[in-house]
């Protein structure tokens, strides 16, 4: 650990302490309530003739409590106004209301728990708040203007409530201060470009069955298969790149019956080209495979000079002429045939980049620009001496500034200009620089997220926080990162408290395209895209399912969740939207005509069983195992995810169900599920689930229609646990749509939940109406749900705590 690091872990001890300090509660006090006599024998006539003392279905009694009395005990009374909404109480089979009196109930209870908690706001909300690696790597792509492969120097991250940015979940160890304060070392020597960075090899793995006879989006024209990688050079140098191509189980390497080029580019520009192949190369196969293999890799190997900096790298095959070699049968999409088959194309396997060496310099990099905003001069004497620490003064206090989020502390200046002077002492001015850098990437201002309770600010009292926190808390909401300088200033200056200039600011983020970060680790926790490439269904059932496919599939859900942020689109178009983005290969799967080349096209579709994200390949492939289909999972993840009704984990010792025996009539699922319920212990969850998953049963393990399993027709119909009557996803959709307020409140909460960086609970629910009413009148458009949630007292406020120092 260099110099100036053991400093750190003192500081990390004392801010890792503060993830301990408890949440304080808020007071509670009845106020006068809305419930009127009717809403009181409705009650008792629909839910406590069941849920009394005597019965104590579902383990709850509701005799002797006053519904006029809700605020008193909001816990118990939200859950109540859940299965009011949901229409899930009473049972089917049991008396129930009308929707009148769903609707009056319902609307009562909200009323007396709303007054509440506007009486007396208990936003709650953590002290500390650790950044995850997402949050790391794009805090220091904005203070630095460098990329960094976080999965390299940091482990993953913990999650709770469906995201890895939960506070509670984030917690602190040892050698994780290691991996911090390791990773601090790395990233400023990178930045500030050390010249005594040494040689080191990163080497990127392309998935087997990505198919490698088409071209590849991002690629230069004119190529087919291989990858691109987006590399940073630390230092002006030589490189020395290396592909490696697939083997066959008997070490034979692929594709080497016809002559082929590959190339190696940067930044589009051709800097190598070599044949692998043809006569020669088939011949010698025969006689000596791996010295042939060992001989074709080996052509693959280039040492090229490079600037330092970020460079677009692609190794690729030139794309063949029609007439370059006889065409083969292919029978299925995917180019990737088994492991056994020495024919067919070659593929990339691997591409190794290795250096530098022969380093002349740092070069001119963004990151280099983005530090030395000034330069002392290169005379040696007193004078300058003074200058150099003037300079290195204004490049720490903007670092400082933008990594602290917050207005420069003199005490923070004097840590980072300490370590800097002791660098320079033994070093140049750079290294000094690169030093302070390093405790500035490591400190617990910059890796935590801190909030500071007001001196005058009695302890369990709720309180606005500052604006400098708030423009943090919604710099890391939107964007995963550091508030930006435009952001950060208006914070500085107070201004955040005026509505019009932070609704402003939040349009603004909305835009920026640094919000695509909503897309990667908000959509892609809540709809499981993270998990899409995961999937990997048995390739004998499914052999034309590829590489290609699954980023596809991928990326056509990531474009369509895009346009509802760009366009300001409602957000129930995730249900019922009629257009969608594909390219040749996606476009393929879903029988869709007239699209060619591996570009995304925004296309109308014809056919409603693919409208929304109940018709996406990527949903339908995560909800489904490697060889069969899964209602089960297809279920649970609607009612977690579009009508926020979670399901309880199932016991323990739940049998699977049973294999497929030979010989035996196959069985459809919709048997296997009813099997599978005789036991009363798993047909209570099963019953509400199965139903919502075998109505899917028309799409496979990847997403494809299909009429019939192994034989079998598919029988999608069902019934609803209200009683509602389906027969597939067309009818699945509009049924869960009858209240599409539903889906409203479940997106509301999950992002809530993401913003807050926590669990939502019975103190939230005020809240989440709030936002749900306020976004009503604008057609529940994206932005006016966002607008309601950092406008909300649980965004803009905090109960304050015991203080944690933290430095």
């Not at 850098?437 to 890796?447: G, N, Y």
């Not at 049998?655 to 459809?668: I, M, N, S, Y």
């Amino acid at each position: 650990m260099k110099k100036g690091a053991l400093l750190l872990v003192a500081a990390w001890a004392v801010a890792a302490s503060g993830l301990m300090v408890p949440e304080a509660a808020g007071p509670q006090a009845p106020p006068n309530s809305p419930v009127s006599a009717s809403n009181r024998a409705a009650f008792d006539q629909y839910c406590v003739t069941c849920h009394n003392q005597r019965l104590k279905t579902g383990g709850l009694s509701l005799e002797g409590l006053d519904p006029a009395q809700a605020g008193s005990h909001p816990e118990l009374w939200e859950k109540v106004v859940r299965k009011l909404q949901a229409r899930a109480m009473p049972p089917q089979g049991a008396r129930r209301p009308d929707e009148a009196t769903y609707h009056r109930l319902q609307s009562a209870l909200e009323a007396d728990l709303d007054a509440e908690a506007a009486a007396h706001p208990n936003p709650g909300g953590p002290i500390l708040h650790r950044l995850n690696r997402s949050e790391y790597a794009n805090a220091v792509h904005d203070l630095l203007d460098l990329d960094v492969d976080v999965t390299s120097l940091l482990p993953p991250d913990d999650s709770a409530y469906g995201f890895d940015n939960i506070s509670d979940a984030l917690g602190v160890s040892p050698s994780l201060q290691e991996h911090y304060l390791s990773a601090a070392v790395k990233i400023a020597a990178l930045a500030v470009g050390d010249p005594d960075i040494s040689a080191g090899s990163d080497t990127f793995r392309i998935h087997q069955d990505l198919s490698q006879d088409t071209h590849i989006e991002g690629l230069p024209l004119g190529t087919i298969g291989g990858t691109a990688v987006r590399y940073t050079f630390p230092l002006d140098g030589d490189y020395v790149f290396q592909a490696k191509l697939y083997r066959t189980n008997l070490n034979i390497v692929r594709g080497l019956e016809y002559a082929h080029q590959v190339e190696v580019a940067i930044d589009g520009k051709r800097v190598y080209l070599a044949t692998i192949g043809g006569r020669d190369d088939l011949e010698s196969l025969f006689d000596k495979p791996t010295d042939t293999g060992d001989a074709v890799d080996a052509r693959l190997r280039v040492r090229v000079p490079v600037p330092a900096g970020p460079h677009d790298v692609s190794v690729a095959f030139v794309e063949d002429s029609p007439v370059a070699e006889p065409s083969r049968l292919q029978p299925f999409l995917r180019s990737s045939i088994d492991n056994f088959d020495w024919a067919g194309r070659p593929h990339i396997q691997t591409f190794t980049i290795t250096g530098p060496f022969n380093a002349t310099g740092p070069g001119d990099t963004p990151s280099r620009r983005k530090i030395f905003i000034c330069r002392p001069s290169r005379r040696s004497s007193p004078e300058v001496l003074a200058n150099e620490g003037g300079c290195a003064e204004r490049i720490l206090s903007t670092l400082v500034r933008r990594a602290y989020r917050a207005p420069v502390d003199a005490v923070d200046m004097q840590r980072v200009m300490k370590i800097y002077r002791d660098g320079r002492r033994t070093g140049t001015f750079e290294t000094g620089i690169e030093m302070a850098l390093q405790r500035v990437l490591a400190a617990p201002k910059f890796v935590f997220r801190v909030e500071r309770d007001p001196a005058n600010v009695e302890p369990g009292a709720p309180y606005r926080i500052s604006d400098v926190e708030l423009a943090s808390r919604l710099s890391f909401f939107l964007w995963s990162s550091i508030p930006d300088e435009e952001l950060l200033s208006l914070a500085e200056q107070r201004k955040l408290k005026d509505p019009a200039t932070f609704d402003a600011q939040v349009h603004r983020m909305l835009r920026d395209p640094k919000s695509q970060a909503l897309i990667d680790n908000f959509a892609g926790q809540w709809l499981q895209l993270r998990n899409v490439r995961n999937v990997q269904p048995n390739s004998d059932l499914f052999p034309d399912f590829d590489d290609n496919l699954r980023q596809g599939l991928k990326r056509e859900t990531e474009l369509f969740f895009d346009s509802v942020i760009r366009e300001d689109r409602p957000v129930l178009d995730l249900m019922t939207a009629d257009d969608t983005f594909v390219n040749e290969r996606v476009a393929k799967h879903y029988g869709i005509d007239g699209v060619h080349g591996s570009r995304f096209r925004r296309v109308t579709l014809a056919d409603e069983r693919r409208f929304g994200l109940l018709g996406k390949g990527s949903v339908l492939a995560v909800t489904s195992h490697a060889e069969r289909t899964s209602p089960v999972v297809r279920g649970k993840w609607i009612l977690d995810n579009i009508l926020g009704a979670p399901v309880p984990p199932p016991p323990p010792d739940i049998p699977q169900l049973k294999e497929k025996v030979e010989g035996e009539k196959p069985r459809t699922m919709r048997e296997q599920m009813a099997e599978h319920r005789t036991n009363p212990v798993r047909a209570t969850c099963h019953k509400v689930m199965d139903p919502i998953g075998l109505s899917m049963e028309n799409f496979d393990v990847v997403g494809a229609w299909r009429s019939d399993d192994d034989g079998n027709p598919i029988d999608a119909t069902g019934e609803l646990g209200d009683g509602t009557k389906i027969d597939g996803v067309i009818t699945l959709r509009k049924a869960l749509l009858a209240h599409p307020d539903v889906f409203v409140r479940t997106m509301t909460e999950k992002m809530m939940i993401y913003a807050l960086g926590r669990g939502l609970d019975a103190r939230d629910m005020p809240a989440v109406r709030a936002i749900m009413r306020g976004a009503a009148g604008r057609d529940y458009r994206f932005s006016s749900l966002v607008l309601g949630i950092v406008r909300s007292t649980p965004f803009t406020m905090r109960v304050a705590q015991q203080p944690a120092s933290v430095n």
